[in-house]
């Protein structure tokens, strides 16, 4: 019988002091994503192309989608409990397989990518509902909805990776369609019908955390790929201008996104008595652009490291302007949604890539990297000095 359904009850404990504390497990298991981004990074590096920009922007999609579903998952189910461990380690397993099949996904190794992937989203929701059917209904009912999702979008998953890559392309982004729809729609399935957000019982603290520590994730790639591009060039005034560059960006990205917007969010998501909404809408379609925008401002960053001078080719400008402005319109979203206000000191962020994308041919690439790193310091203090007026209004 216990094949039908866990004996044991499997999930993460509500209401108690740590209930919401993200465990070591569940960071040991983001390490396979450090990889996964630098492979995605990279794969857009050396094919920066409208072509090379599309299959990154779906590999990027297909890894943050079984990462966030993967978020979901630990949400409900304990990851201190053994077979939840277990389950993690093998979808840690079948993730590394997934992130060195990325080079070459639409290439010899598509089938490999298709297969690691279906067996991460399939197996993974098929766990989870052996481990509710006994414990938690509504999650249950909601998890036989996803699992029957997933497994129709698997059959384009595994139809792409036989495909000629020509065709694989279009396959796999109808494929990732039908998963990226399916929270829109409450999984809505023939016979089961659909859920209701209210019905998700989220830990808002837990997937606020997660959501913030997959940024750092994404930030410290950033760092890591700058630090080993700068180790290898000759080491003199120029290069370290080049190098303090992309270091300044990153801190300032990382100010944009925790000074303000995560502790607000964290607070809003904890607080509201539907917090699978929020978690639906801000961190799991919302937070895609902000890795988007990391990712492609540290292939700025590399190119900036290897090239500082001279004048900027088409692929640094907008690497650089772009990422930023990426960036800055995935924290203006989160930030909206989450307050309702349009941060005026992203708007000014916005306005200034705007401007500088008229300027940016006549600079060379060190100067334009230090003017994008410039803008987030802008649209930083900015932010700050706003949300200090707005705590410490002046007095009359």
């Known amino acids: 019988m216990a094949f039908f359904g866990a004996v044991r009850d499997y999930s993460r404990k509500r209401d108690e002091a740590d209930s919401a504390k993200v465990d070591f497990v569940e960071l040991f298991f983001d390490l396979v994503f450090v990889f996964a981004i630098t492979q995605i990074s990279h794969l857009l590096l050396h094919d920066l192309s409208i072509k090379g920009l599309a299959e990154s922007a779906l590999m990027l999609a297909a890894v943050w989608w079984v990462w966030v579903y993967t978020m979901w998952c630990t949400n409900w189910l304990d990851p201190t409990r053994s077979p939840v461990r277990i389950m993690l380690f093998v979808l840690m397993l079948a993730g ?3 992130s060195t099949s990325i080079p070459t996904a639409f290439g010899e190794r598509g089938l490999v990518f298709a297969c690691a992937f279906v ?3 399939v197996g993974r929701s098929t766990f989870t509902v052996w481990a509710l059917r006994r414990h938690n209904h509504s999650n249950y009912r909601n998890f036989q909805r996803i699992t029957t999702w997933l497994a129709v979008s698997a059959c384009f998953w595994i139809g792409g990776g036989l495909a000629e890559p020509e065709a694989r392309l279009f ?11 399916g929270p829109a729609f409450g999984y809505w399935t023939p016979g089961l019908g659909s859920s209701s957000t209210t019905e998700w019982d989220v830990d808002g603290n837990h997937m606020a955390e997660r959501a913030a520590l997959f940024i750092i994730i994404a930030l410290g ?4 790929v700058s630090g080993a591009t700068f180790t290898d060039q000759q080491w003199n005034l120029l290069s370290f201008s080049a190098f303090l560059t992309t270091f300044v960006a990153s801190v300032a990205m990382w100010l944009i996104y925790f000074n303000v917007g995560q502790a607000v969010a964290h607070h809003k998501i904890a607080a509201t008595n539907d917090p699978g909404r929020i978690a639906r809408v801000a961190y799991t379609y919302i937070h895609i652009l902000l890795v988007a925008g990391i ?40 930030k909206l949604y989450i307050t309702g206000k349009v941060p005026l ?13 008229f300027l940016a041919a006549e600079l060379s690439p060190l100067l334009l990297g230090a003017t994008t790193s410039a803008i987030l310091i802008i649209v930083t ?16």
């Open 345 to 357: 000191s992203h708007l000014i962020g916005l306005g200034l890539c705007a401007v500088l994308a």
């Open 171 to 181: 396959i796999w982004t109808v494929a990732l369609a039908i998963e990226v729809v």
């Open 295 to 334: 990712i492609v401002v540290a292939v700025s960053d590399e190119l900036i490291l290897a090239h500082p001078t001279g004048h900027s080719d088409a692929a640094t400008i907008w690497t650089s302007i772009g990422g930023t402005a990426l960036y800055l319109v995935g924290n203006l979203l989160f």
């Open 381 to 396: 203090v900015t932010e700050y000095w706003g949300r200090a007026e707005a705590d410490h209004p002046a007095q009359s």
């Open 221 to 224: 790639e950033s760092i890591l």
């Open 119 to 121: 067996f991460m989203q």
């Open 96 to 98: 590394l397989l997934l």
